[in-house]
């Protein structure tokens, strides 16, 4: 049988014949013109030799296998071990691959070190995006559930302005028709003006942390940051419908890492009762986003779900060139130490 022939019969390339010729696993004879020729034990040996290569099992395994010196049972417990480790490694490889494909992290090799850790907050207070970032970005379910929630809010003053124009129409087919109209667009406009109030009422006046991270958020890429900057009612409400129909980058802001001139993180100390005669304190951070462009981005008390504070600790301090940390709390974001315990560790 000549080499052709052996490729054909088991579908490997005549280099891997050559290579097990040179290992000594199988010795072909030579015709009148040089070429080789292979009996029928050749063959019978690399059918085998293909076989426990399907099965990982090293060259020199093959060979001692071959030679009846190693069983072949004991190979395959001992390969099994090491494939059950090849595939823990892999998987966590995947893992990895995954998580910065599904975060859009930047190239730190520091980031792949922190595993994603899941917690349980109150008030169902999840995340709405995997993407690491302050606050909670507006998605489209949120931004529907918004929507929704203004519709009872909106039918008193909706209601209220009816019966005033029911005052203006005859009794009649026509005026029955005109006043559902009135309605629906009344209810429309109410909606439309709680939800362009909203964000810059939880922002500016209530001050309130929860509502307002629903609101806006800063996204930390892979090349650079994304945020929603509050810009008046109208964009509000451009955004907020720029969201419903998935074109909410359109009203975002997205700068380079290396278009930010600097990021300051300032620590304050905060008492909040929440409508209980009892105040809890709280350390917190405010970040302040200034550009080379001039323009900045100050926000207020964000919150950070999961292990998102690490991910931002260490993608802020590898990446932005000006860090202004005068409490030297970035290492307690690197590392997720909350700021009350890391803030009071260090007065000790």
């Known amino acids: 049988m000549k080499t052709h022939e052996l490729e054909k019969e088991l579908g490997i390339s005549k280099h891997t014949i050559f290579y097990y010729e040179k290992e000594g696993i199988v010795t072909p004879q030579r015709d009148a013109n040089g070429y080789r020729s292979y009996n029928q034990d050749d063959l019978q040996k690399l059918i085998m030799v293909k076989f426990l290569r399907n099965l990982n099992i090293s060259i020199d395994d093959v060979k001692a296998i071959l030679n009846n010196e190693l069983d072949f049972k004991e190979c395959l417990e001992i390969n099994q071990i090491h494939l059950e480790k090849q595939i823990k490694s892999l998987e966590e490889v ?24 899941a917690k349980n907050y109150k ?117 907020y419908y720029g969201v419903l129909f ?63 504070s690490r991910f931002i600790g260490t993608i802020l301090d590898e990446k932005v060139e000006n860090i202004i940390d005068k409490d030297h709390v970035i290492d307690a974001l690197k590392n997720g130490i909350h700021l009350n315990d890391y803030v009071r560790g260090t007065e000790e």
């Open 246 to 308: 998935n074109k909410a980058e359109k009203y975002m802001q997205f700068y380079k890492y290396e278009d930010i001139q600097s990021v300051e993180l300032i620590l304050n100390h905060r008492y909040e009762s929440y409508g209980t005669p009892i105040a809890k304190d709280w350390y917190v951070l405010d970040y302040r986003f200034e550009f080379k462009d001039g323009n900045h981005f100050y926000f207020y008390w964000p919150i950070t779900l999961d292990d998102d």
């Open 94 to 117: 995947q893992e990895n691959i995954e998580m910065y494909v599904r975060k859009d992290l930047p190239m730190l090799p520091a980031l792949q070190q922190i595993q994603r850790e």
């Open 123 to 239: 008030l169902g207070y999840q995340k709405t995006t995997d993407t690491v970032s302050l606050g909670r970005r507006l998605t489209k379910k949120l931004a529907l559930r918004k929507f929704l929630y203004k519709i009872p809010a909106a039918i008193t003053p909706s209601f209220i302005m009816w019966i005033c124009a029911a005052s203006f129409f005859d009794e009649n087919l026509e005026k029955t028709t005109a006043l559902i109209i009135i309605f629906i667009l009344l209810m429309i406009l109410f909606i439309n003006i709680f939800v362009a109030t909203e964000f810059q009422f939880s922002q500016i006046w209530l001050k309130m942390p929860l509502d307002q991270t629903m609101n806006q958020s800063v996204e930390f890429l892979s090349d650079g940051i994304r945020y929603y900057q509050f810009h008046g009612y109208l964009n509000n409400l451009k955004y």
